[in-house]
């Protein structure tokens, strides 16, 4: 069975990741995609309060079970769009280690850290500064396949400028530049 295409979009929190991946459902005419979130992910855990060593034990395990998730069910030959915040490098080498990387549109999803900062206030779900923080953390690893600038582009736009470029995804894919820079390793293993 041939495994399924994954679209990863990466940014920080309120970049506009969620809403690309629903307009991403709605145009996408070539399969069937699942939106997997990390934000689903983190939503499943426990509501009682947790102590800090707790809490980063219980979201590191999250992550990675979230990354090992995404890898099951594009084994499993489901197309998906993945939303996340590659705000530690650990996360990034994590999906590269067990993603198929042939397999992976690596997506940049920007956006201006003052549109950031009225978005995060707008929503009020987040703590005030949190895309602030993650913003010089998250594109650090400079490579995609492609960037999106949700300030100057609707979330629509985004979509379609995805959906039209899937079809021409590079070889080597972002990742596996990626792999072989941060992974050498894997790259001789698999």
Known sequence: M???RIIFLNGTSSSGKSSIARELLEILDDG??????VDGFNAMRTKREL????LDAALRRTREGFHRSIAAMAAAGNDLV????LSEPWRLLDCLAVLRPEDVLFVGVHCPPDELTRRELARGDRPPGLAAHQYGLVHRHGDYDLECDTGTATPRECAQ???????????PT??????RRHLPEAVHEG
């Open 32 to 37: 069937v995609f699942f939106h997997l979130a």
């Open 82 to 85: 993945v939303d996340h915040v």
């Open 174 to 179: 972002a990742f596996t530049r990626l792999r």
């Open 2 to 4: 041939a495994s399924g």
């Open 51 to 54: 102590g800090a060593a707790e």
């Open 161 to 171: 400028q995805i959906k039209d470029f899937l079809p021409h995804r590079p070889t």
